[in-house]
């Protein structure tokens, strides 16, 4: 079975950096589109799609980030990263990684438990 391991979440203040990075000994990054999901807690919260970087090299940025997140791959770790600067308390979520087959685009981030666990980000004020 496929897991794609999360991690680098935490807890920071208003302004504040995190990297979030995602890999997975069983799933091949390069050359499939891939990318990061998020959900607020509570009721009725849209499940996101943050960034997304596809095999040609095009990168989307959710209009709340664009300017503050970077999404990158090394494919030499198969790791992917998402930096995020500038931290909000709106950006309070838990992160999913996704790739072609295993979520992205999707609009249940619960689907995201079936092959990870998310990382949550907490940005106080």
């Known amino acids: 079975d496929v897991r794609l391991v999360e991690s680098g979440g935490g807890s920071v203040q208003t302004g504040g950096t995190l990297r979030l990075s995602c890999t997975s000994s069983?799933?091949?990054?390069?050359?499939?589109?891939m990318g990061w999901h998020r959900q607020a807690p509570g009721p009725g919260n849209k499940c996101e799609l943050v960034s997304r970087i596809t095999k040609d090299g095009s990168v989307y940025y959710l209009d709340s980030v664009r300017g503050r997140f970077t999404i990158t791959h090394d494919p030499v770790k198969n790791t992917m990263y998402l930096e995020m600067n500038d931290l909000r308390p709106e950006d309070t979520a838990e992160y999913y990684c996704?790739?072609?087959?295993?979520?992205?685009?999707?609009?249940?981030?619960?689907?995201?438990?079936?092959w990870g666990q998310g990382t949550q980000v907490t940005v106080s004020s």
């Open positions: 069983e799933y091949t990054f390069a050359g499939s589109d």
């Open positions: 996704a790739a072609e087959g295993y979520g992205l685009g999707t609009i249940w981030c619960n689907d995201f438990h079936e």
